[in-house]
Nanobody
Framework: QVQLVESGGGLVQAGGSLRLSCAAS????????MGWFRQAPGKDREFVAA????????YYGDSVKGRFTISRDNAKNTVYLQMNSLKPEDTAVYYC??????????????????WGQGTQVTVSS
């Protein structure tokens, strides 16, 4: 069982930056591929980024490529999402998610077994 807690959301002006963190409980964090997803009001959940359990592979949604960077620190049981050049359309609740141990990172939310409660990111124009 993995428990996830996101932090770092807030209000930022367009063009600004934020770094989200997701702290995981347990001793198996380094075996879980991790992902970030977001959901804006009235819209479907959207894949943002994912990282393999080793950290060697990363994946991004088309709308954030070149602006967002996912990383992880297995010693700190934490995954990060650095968000630069933020746009108003990035406004959403951002969720951290974990796959079952030793499974590959994917872009599909239904394949993730564990979810955090989300953190709000609001980008003003």
């Amino acid at each position: 069982q993995v428990q996830l807690v996101e932090s770092g959301g807030g209000l930022v002006q367009a063009g600004g930056s934020l770094r989200l963190s997701c702290a995981a409980s347990g001793r198996t964090f380094s075996s879980h591929a991790m992902g970030w997803f977001r959901q804006a009001p009235g819209k479907d959940r959207e894949f943002v980024a994912a990282i393999s359990w080793s950290g060697g592979s990363t994946y991004y949604g088309d709308s954030v490529k070149g602006r967002f960077t996912i990383s992880r620190d297995n010693a700190k049981n934490t995954v990060y999402l650095q968000m630069n050049s933020l746009k108003p359309e990035d406004t959403a609740v951002y969720y951290c998610a974990a796959r079952d141990p030793f499974t590959i990172a994917t872009m599909t939310g239904q394949t993730y077994a564990y979810w955090g409660q989300g953190t709000q990111v609001t980008v003003s124009s």
